[in-house]
């Protein structure tokens, strides 16, 4: 397996205290949580905050819109960690029609 292109960002993990994690395991994780952002939640903080009353249409896109956002940006980020691990770039290169 070919090792995978460094994006410099072992000197902000290192500020930060932030311990490295490769892409495969960055992978398992998001893996492992994505089924627990897309679970229906009867109340967020956020509705609740809001004091929407539940039967509300404004209160079901609080708890479904914030998690569905949620689940797709760790979707996207675990074909862009593929990606790396494979050693390929991180966005596909543009095709020019």
């Given at each position: 397996?070919?090792?995978?292109?460094?994006?410099?960002?072992?000197?902000?993990?290192?500020?930060?205290?932030?311990?490295?994690?490769?892409?495969?395991?960055?992978?398992?994780?998001?893996?492992?949580?994505?089924?627990?952002?897309?679970?229906?939640?009867?109340?967020?903080?956020?509705a609740a905050?809001?004091?929407?009353?539940?039967?509300?249409?404004?209160?079901?896109?609080?708890?479904?819109?914030?998690?569905?956002?949620?689940?797709?940006?760790?979707?996207a980020l675990?074909?862009?960690?593929?990606?790396?691990?494979?050693?390929?770039?991180?966005?596909?290169?543009?095709?020019?029609?």
């Amino acid at each position: 397996m070919s090792t995978p292109p460094d994006f410099g960002t072992a000197p902000i993990d290192q500020a930060l205290g932030v311990a490295t994690v490769d892409p495969p395991e960055r992978i398992a994780l998001l893996e492992r949580l994505t089924p627990r952002i897309t679970r229906p939640a009867k109340d967020t903080p956020t509705a609740a905050a809001k004091a929407y009353d539940p039967g509300l249409p404004v209160a079901a896109e609080e708890r479904t819109d914030g998690p569905r956002a949620t689940a797709q940006n760790a979707g996207a980020l675990v074909l862009t960690l593929h990606r790396i691990a494979t050693g390929k770039e991180p966005v596909p290169p543009r095709r020019h029609a």
